[in-house]
């Protein structure tokens, strides 16, 4: 029989690559550049610690020093899929921020290329998971560069058949200002990317949020902040609620990263109850030490739900993916698995 674990972590929607490296690849990694120095405690955060997001930011400096050529991406990526597959995940969508680094030659180019070529490989070797790619974009590269990410992003979409599906907007949420990338992300969604923001990660920032909720994005990353009670507003959350924009929430992410105090503050609670569409993911599951099933199995246990609760929210997320070609293979794949889970 199928295990709940499986059946019920089916769709990841919000995954930084780079954030989900697990402990045996980060080992694998050290072992090939033992001349950084890099240890474990510094690429990740373990049960019962919190750092504060700056601190959270530094880490994934470190785990860019350790993934810097493209052989680490292709190794990285392979290994990421495969574990969310093993994990249960039959859709997966990473992002990730194309890097150049000039010490090994690889290019922004080169660094998308590479993802595409770990995905295909695991679809060719059958891992049981479907992929797509959203290009992303750091706040901190200022507004220029994203302009160039959004123009890589819309030839990979067209010469990938549709592997390249959408934009991220991320970042430390405390540097730059959401205005400066309005050019960027209305010339993505115009050139057919979707959107997906991380949007109100920190307190105060209800202006950024007001404007880029008006291109109007497609999917909102955390929006911690949005509602009236944390210091939002009513507009933000009506604009979120007229659009219908599904939200990605991170519980341990954002409790590790100490935006939120506790699991039970978390605001999946606020947005779950007004029928709201909310898709649970990891963020980072190598750096929070998390998977997806994790996450649910917290979200039930904080909030009181019945397996069948997690089993309608997990396929309520089908209809929130950027690859509308796979919705009906996936409410298929649902359908076979539901009868296994229930024993019905
Ligand atoms: C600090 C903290 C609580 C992290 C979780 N919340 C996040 N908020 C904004 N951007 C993020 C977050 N987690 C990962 N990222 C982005 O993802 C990158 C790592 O993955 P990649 O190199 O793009 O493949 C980070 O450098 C950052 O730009
Ligand atoms: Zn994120």
Same mark, same amino acid.
């Given at each position: 029989m199928m295990s709940s674990k499986e059946a019920l972590s089916l769709m990841e929607l919000h995954a930084h690559l780079?954030?989900?490296? @697990?402990?045996?690849?980060? +080992? %694998?990694?050290?072992?090939?550049?033992?001349?950084?120095?890099? $240890?474990?405690?510094?690429? &990740? *955060?373990?049960?019962?610690?919190?750092?504060?997001?700056?601190?959270?930011?530094?880490?994934?400096?470190?785990?860019?020093?350790?993934?810097?050529?493209?052989?680490?991406?292709?190794?990285?990526?392979?290994?990421?899929?495969?574990?969310?597959?093993?994990?249960?995940?039959?859709?997966?969508?990473?992002? @990730?921020?194309?890097?150049? +680094? %000039?010490?090994?030659?690889?290019?922004?180019?080169?660094?998308? $290329?590479?993802?595409?070529? &770990? *995905?295909?490989?695991?679809?060719?070797?059958?891992?049981?998971?479907?992929?797509?790619?959203?290009?992303?974009?750091?706040?901190?590269?200022?507004?220029?560069?994203?302009?160039?990410?959004?123009?890589?992003?819309?030839?990979?979409?067209?010469?990938?058949?549709?592997?390249?599906?959408?934009?991220?907007? @991320?970042?430390?949420?405390?540097?730059?200002?959401?205005?400066?990338?309005?050019?960027?992300?209305?010339?993505?969604k115009n050139c057919g990317l979707k959107l997906s923001l991380h949007l109100s990660e920190v307190p105060s920032q209800a202006d950024e949020s007001e404007l880029l909720l008006n291109i109007p994005p497609d999917r909102i990353g955390h929006g911690t902040f949005l509602h009236p009670e944390v210091g939002g507003s009513q507009s933000l959350v009506d604009k979120v609620r007229k659009h219908n924009t599904p939200l990605e929430l991170c519980l341990t992410s954002n409790v590790k990263g100490q935006t939120v105090s506790s699991y039970s503050q978390h605001h999946f609670l606020y947005w779950y109850q007004m029928g709201h569409p909310s898709v649970i993911c990891t963020d980072d599951k190598g750096v929070f030490c998390t998977d997806l099933s994790q996450e649910y199995q917290l979200a039930a246990s904080t909030f009181n739900l019945s397996q069948e609760d997690m089993w309608t929210l997990s396929h309520k997320a089908i209809d929130c993916t950027f690859a509308p070609d796979l919705q009906q293979q996936l409410h298929q794949k649902w359908l076979e698995l539901q009868p296994t889970l229930f024993q019905l």
């Open positions: 780079n954030g989900s490296v @697990s402990f045996s690849t980060i +080992e %694998k990694l050290v072992a090939r550049k033992p001349h950084l120095n890099i $240890e474990h405690g510094m690429t &990740a *955060i373990r049960s019962g610690q919190r750092r504060t997001l700056d601190e959270c930011f530094q880490v994934f400096k470190v785990i860019h020093q350790l993934v810097d050529t493209e052989e680490d991406i292709l190794m990285v990526a392979k290994d990421v899929i495969r574990e969310f597959a093993a994990d249960g995940v039959k859709y997966l969508e990473l992002r @990730s921020t194309p890097r150049k +680094e %000039k010490t090994t030659g690889m290019t922004k180019r080169r660094y998308v $290329e590479t993802v595409i070529e &770990a *995905i295909r490989q695991c679809k060719n070797e059958g891992v049981d998971i479907e992929v797509r790619f959203l290009v992303a974009v750091d706040r901190r590269n200022g507004a220029e560069v994203a302009m160039e990410t959004v123009k890589l992003a819309e030839d990979f979409m067209l010469s990938t058949g549709g592997l390249v599906v959408g934009l991220d907007l @991320s970042g430390d949420p405390t540097v730059g200002h959401g205005r400066d990338f309005l050019p960027a992300l209305q010339k993505a």
